[in-house]
T-cell receptor, first 112, second 113 residues
Framework: QKEVEQDPGPLSVPEGAIVSLNCTYSNSAFQYFMWYRQYSRKGPELLMYTYSSGNKEDGRFTAQVDKSSKYISLFIRDSQPSDSATYLCAMSAISGTYKYIFGTGTRLKVLA | AAGVIQSPRHLIKEKRETATLKCYPIPRHDTVYWYQQGPGQDPQFLISFYEKMQSDKGSIPDRFSAQQFSDYHSELNMSSLELGDSALYFC????????????FGEGSWLTVV
């Protein structure tokens, strides 16, 4: 079993929909959580980061962390066709190296 | 703002050849990571360097080696290349001042033929 599980999708939604992307994890030591957006053949672009539990909002994006359930989410409001990409969650324990473990990524397609 | 710079962006090598990828991290970032991403796969951690010392090792083949130099740039050396090494190789650097976030370069596409 992988340390980080993420539904690969693809997920297709109409423009303007609210998108919910999720990851579960097994390592209770994970404290840093990030969401990246990756367009085809491009480097992952950092969208959101959170430390420990709670919510964080940035524009149309909201990141949630529920450490008790080992579950993190990324919500995208008013989704746009330009949001069509692969979304990767990543997480790390508190350690000297802060090695990040990635989910497999969820491919999102927002239909105009 | 400065980003992580990787070179070359694309390279084609034959089996059993050697390739070297370079990474220039964002200034003042103290940790450099190398990841390998195959088609349709998530990034797989290879190796990391903290202040020029190897800090962690992942699924890096013995045919690969890496180092970080005094100017903080890093190089990934890959020898005896195999077809399965064809992938996108990312370098990332860590910002301790911003939630230990890591920022990726645009990647180096390696095709082994």
């Amino acid at each position: 079993q992988k340390e980080v599980e993420q539904d690969p999708g693809p997920l297709s939604v109409p423009e303007g929909a609210i998108v919910s992307l999720n990851c579960t994890y097994s390592n209770s030591a994970f404290q840093y959580f990030m969401w990246y957006r990756q367009y085809s053949r491009k480097g992952p672009e950092l969208l959101m980061y959170t430390y420990s539990s709670g919510n964080k909002e940035d524009g149309r994006f909201t990141a949630q962390v529920d450490k008790s359930s080992k579950y993190i989410s990324l919500f995208i409001r008013d989704s746009q066709p330009s949001d069509s990409a692969t979304y990767l969650c990543a997480m790390s324990a508190i350690s000297g190296t802060y090695k990040y473990i990635f989910g497999t990524g969820t491919r999102l397609k927002v239909l105009a | 703002a400065a980003g992580v710079i990787q070179s070359p962006r694309h390279l084609i090598k034959e089996k059993r050849e050697t390739a070297t990828l370079k990474c220039y991290p964002i200034p003042r970032h103290d940790t450099v990571y190398w990841y390998q991403q195959g088609p349709g796969q998530d990034p797989q951690f290879l190796i990391s360097f903290y202040e020029k010392m190897q800090s962690d090792k992942g699924s890096i083949p013995d045919r690969f080696s890496a180092q970080q130099f005094s100017d903080y740039h890093s190089e990934l050396n890959m020898s005896s290349l195999e077809l399965g090494d064809s992938a996108l190789y990312f370098c990332a650097s860590r910002d301790r001042g911003r939630g230990n976030t890591i920022y990726f370069g645009e990647g180096s596409w390696l095709t082994v033929v």
